[in-house]
């Protein structure tokens, strides 16, 4: 449908929403304060807001919200940090880093909160952002934004619809990516089917007579530690590291190199080679993989190699060491350093396990391989379906807002009616909030014009000596740009009157008055 649907209207989002009461927290208040951080992008929910007192707040915690409204984030819209907020938020106080939409009486606030996640809000959004360093819009970018304004009972009608069925999806994609650690569990357990006999027990025709207990140095020799010296990012022949030694296999991708004739001759694997992870964080020290001769390659120092016996399978040796027995063993004789921890080859020597005949072993190979080959299948599989769910959002959304969603009454009273209804209304009071209202001052009305001068007089005048760039930023009605430049000339003066601070606690970029 590319015609504007039967009742609806035209408007820009100013003329749907109210404005928002900013004030200052009390000192002893304690107030759950809403910033950028505090929203999740996928579930575009409030999730982690921070419980302070007013002394402890920010200077950019500001906007007092309402249970209804929605948050967008200014800085960097296209990631599009949006959320509704919930009544348990009622009267909390949000960043002035967000634009707060508010509905005026006769628009649902779901369909507010609906219409900002969708890929034409968002790429509207960005293609105004100003500012390399700190690219963000204005609220006057995203008040100005048309929407195509469906009538009030529409409205609801596309926001119950939405609600079921992207919690649909989200229902779906929670179950895709519950999937990945099922698989893990699954290889999990067919390694130790795999190393216990219970893999093969309908193969062997008499019982588990004829494994036995081993150490690793009974049937392996040549644990021989890799090459220490540099390698580059060119070369002959590649240096396979820690990093390379992904889910028991070899990764190719990310490899340095070597043309040390002398390193090559020394260090070069052969097919079957076992490479046993000796360095690395507690978590992954002890990674293994099978070397099959791929291409040349030599090994690093934080690697160990084994070469197998006859008696021994390397592929049985690489499922035996990636098992929770041999996990487990590791991680009982690794020793701990301050970041990383560390296994030398005599204590992988002494690793013990249950060694089957050689004939058991390759059909413990054929069906560990047939096995994973399926969970390697049902990932990507999974892969694919959830790429494809996560399309479905956009959409949906998209098709919402065209007017496909859901049919058109031709009783509902049509956009254009309630347009001039609210026209007819005096100007929205905002609601009052669950605590006491401190206002902050008007904005200066003489402070349009932004030079050095300006924007220095406005910092002197500033209440608070700490300050970030959204608190001066709300002082001017000009570009973002001509203010920025104004404020890097003034720090850059040689007795500047402000100067550019870190602030650990709260993790963000402020400016500061000299000598406060």
């Not at 690219?135 to 970018?141: E, G, M």
């Not at 193969?203 to 090459?227: C, I, P």
């Not at 399978?313 to 301050?338: F, I, Q, T």
Request: with cysteine; net charge positive.
């Amino acid at each position: 449908m590319s015609e504007l649907p039967k009742n609806w209207a035209q408007v820009p989002l100013t003329a749907i929403t109210g404005e928002v009461t900013q004030r200052v927290p009390s000192d002893d208040e304690t107030i759950h304060y809403i910033d950028i951080g505090s929203v999740n992008r996928t579930t575009k929910r409030i999730e982690t807001p921070q419980k302070l007192l007013g002394k402890d707040a920010p200077s950019r915690a500001r906007k007092q919200v309402a249970a209804g409204d929605t948050l967008v984030s200014m800085t960097r819209p296209n990631l599009n940090a949006v959320a509704l907020v919930p009544k348990e938020l009622d009267g909390e106080i949000a960043s002035t880093g967000f634009d707060v939409l508010r509905p005026v009486p006769g628009i649902d606030p779901r369909w507010i909160n609906y219409l900002v996640r969708t890929e034409k809000f968002v790429d509207s959004m960005s293609a105004l952002v100003q500012g390399a360093l700190y690219p963000a819009v204005r609220s006057k970018d995203v008040r100005a934004y048309v929407v195509s304004l469906a009538p009030a009972a529409e409205q609801t009608r596309i926001a119950n619809q939405l609600d079921t069925l992207l919690a649909r999806i989200q229902s779906c994609n929670d179950r895709f990516e519950a999937i990945p650690a099922l698989l893990k569990r699954f290889r999990q357990a067919v390694l130790g089917a795999a190393t216990s006999g219970a893999l093969t027990q309908d193969w062997r025709l008499n019982a588990k007579s004829s494994w036995r207990d081993v150490k690793l140095a009974e049937v392996a020799h040549t644990f021989s530690y890799g090459s220490a010296a540099k390698s580059s990012k060119a070369g002959t022949v590649p240096v396979l590291r820690m990093g390379n030694i992904q889910e028991g296999q070899i990764d190719w991708s990310d490899l340095v190199y070597t043309s040390d004739p002398l390193e090559i001759e020394k260090y070069k694997l052969s097919k079957g080679d076992v490479l046993f992870n000796r360095t690395n964080s507690p978590e992954l020290v002890g990674k293994t993989a099978v070397y099959q001769g791929e291409r040349p390659a030599i090994y690093a120092g934080y690697l160990i190699r084994v070469r197998c016996s006859s008696e021994l399978l390397p592929e049985y040796l690489n499922y035996c060491l990636g098992s929770k027995a041999g996990r487990d063993y590791c991680w009982s004789v690794k020793s701990d350093g301050v970041s990383q921890s560390n296994i030398n080859a005599k204590k992988l020597a002494e690793f013990s396990f249950a060694l089957p005949p050689v004939r058991e072993q390759a059909e413990i190979v054929r069906r560990v391989e047939a096995l994973f080959a399926l969970a390697n299948r049902m990932e990507d599989r999974t892969t694919t379906a959830r790429i494809q769910a996560q399309r479905l959002t956009p959409l949906v959304l998209a098709k919402a807002f065209r007017g496909e969603l859901v049919p058109q009454d031709p009783s509902d009273e049509p956009a254009s009616a309630l347009l001039v209804r609210l026209k007819s209304q005096r100007p929205d009071v905002p609601r009052k909030a669950s605590h006491p209202v401190h206002e902050i001052p008007k904005k200066p009305t003489n402070m349009t014009n932004i030079d050095k001068g300006s924007v220095k007089a406005a910092i002197m005048e500033l209440k608070n000596d700490r300050f970030s760039f959204d608190e001066l930023r709300n002082l001017f009605t000009g570009d973002y740009e001509s203010l920025k430049t104004a404020l890097f000339e003034l720090l850059e003066e040689p007795s500047p009157v402000v100067r550019q601070v870190f602030n650990k606690k709260l993790m963000a970029i402020q400016f500061e008055k000299v000598g406060a």
